[in-house]
């Protein structure tokens, strides 16, 4: 993996040499002219010493955040740093140096799983930044530019090499992306957060990204067609358009590197909510913007037919929603199995970390993989081992915070931090996704799976819009005051056809959240009741 130094900050691109002049530029892109957050890492000790009380508004919230590093002003004094793993991979190793990182945080420390395949560690304090720095790199690990505005965790097919259903094994595609941009010729000053994905299997949704790649056939070859401008933000929220262009896999580092330099130079920098690729796709026109796009990337150029195919062979394209990984399932390896561990809401503590990283190197092989659902897979487990694994796992009087067969709602439960953790969260979104969902598994049996996405505000990092049911923190009145509460969202597609859910109830009271739920899951999901306990 990338380590954290692989640009020293002597090699840094000057500010003055990122974007382009504007007329007007807001109050951040004022701030992010003045300095490159990247030069604050070798000034990490300087700072802890200064105290963080003692840090200007733009080094607390917006330059730290190029080392990964996260001001939260609801717990002060306690920052989260969020990692870089691309493709979702991990080893025990990793595991258990970051378990150790979040076990010396005490009561304070935890860990979540993210949307996009990484590990945010919360409960550090200033002080442990300039240690934690080199241990990542000592291991091969990196949270650099994984905050603000920069490309975000390159994601792919969690379980590319081992999936019998993959078509291209993302794993060095995604590595490759990720050492272009955080390379010398990477970006630096981005207008806005990119998010970068590569599919491998027919299960790869991708269209909430930036810029997506899905495998496809051009002239007897498997490549990839380009899908951009997906995003979901509080203002708006759309799915990703073919560019109508097919690349070969050796093309895509240079060509991501090549469409994220041409963002950097021509995105709007003077209003922040219109700053996300599609608003300047659509400024441009689809056309005129695959041009500009294509005259940057030499590897594009050439007879019009090579660079600009029209067609693919779909029948390698995305034909159904991201499958349960939970579970034992037989690898593409013959004699071996993965577990799928869920992870309910994504939320780990030290133990946890610890535990699951003695079960990689106890029974697989020393390797995991985190999914965008927030789930864990441990990968290589030999078949005459799963017995034992499962005999392990199942131990009684042993408290795990992950399980082998979760019910059919939680499997695919997917929450953001919430207000413990987040300012701008309007509820307690893990632990009121938790309580809710279990209570529906005690009341309702399911004849199938049912994706919930939870959300605690506008921002969508929940991604609502892509669950069955989607929900988002909201307020509503009830006995004239206003409570906690959440908007249902319903109808979020993942598969071949692909849609954003809609709006149906714009603010249900939490007190009363679980039996609306279970009325939808009865009239919308085919739940039946659970007969009483005897």
Sequence with gaps: MASSDASPASALRPPEDGPPAATALNKIEKAKATLCG??????????????????????????????????????????MVRLRLPNGLINADQLELLADVVDRCGEEGSADITTRQNLQLRGLLLEDMAPLMLDLHRVGLTSRQSGHDNPRNVTGNPLAGIDPEEFIDTRPLVEAIQEA????????????????????APDSFLLH????????????????????????SGQRNALAIPLGLWLPASALPGFTLALIRHFEQNGDRAVRSRT??????????????RREVIATHSALRGPEEAALPR?????????????????????????????????????????????????????????????????????????????ALRAELDAPGRQ?????????????????????????????????????VEELERRLELPHPVRTHWTGCPNACGQPYMGQIGLMGAKARQGGQMVEAAKIFLDGSMDSHPRLADLHDKGVPLASLTDTLESLLVERFGARHRAPSP
């Design 38 to 79: 990247l030069d604050l890492e070798p000034r990490l000790r300087e700072l802890a010493a200064s105290g963080w009380e003692s840090l200007d508004e733009a080094t607390l919230t917006i330059h730290l955040k190029w080392l990964g590093i996260f001001f939260r002003p609801v717990t002060p004094g306690r920052f």
């Design 181 to 200: 941009l955080l390379g010398p010729e990477g970006p630096r000053n981005l207008p806005r957060k990119f998010n970068v994905a590569v599919g491998g």
């Design 209 to 232: 990204n930036d810029l997506a790649f899905l495998p496809a056939f051009h002239s007897g070859e498997l490549g990839f067609t380009v899908m951009v401008g997906g995003f979901f």
């Design 276 to 289: 996300r690729l599609m608003y300047l796709i659509e400024a441009l026109g689809l056309e005129a913007y």
């Design 311 to 387: 067609s693919h062979d779909g029948s390698h394209g995305v034909t159904r929603a991201p499958r349960d990984v939970c579970g034992f399932h037989p690898q593409k390896q013959e004699g071996l199995s993965w577990a799928g561990l869920n992870v309910p809401m994504g939320r780990l503590d030290a133990a946890a970390m610890a535990d699951l990283a003695h079960l990689a190197r106890t029974w697989g092989d020393g390797e995991l993989r985190l999914t965008e659902s927030q789930n864990v897979v441990i990968s290589g487990v030999p078949n005459a081992r799963l017995d």
């Design 400 to 436: 795990r915070a992950f399980r082998l067969k979760p019910g059919p709602l939680m499997a695919e439960a997917v929450s953001c931090t919430g207000n413990r953790f987040c300012g701008f969260a309007l509820i307690p979104t893990k632990t009121t996704a938790l309580a809710v």
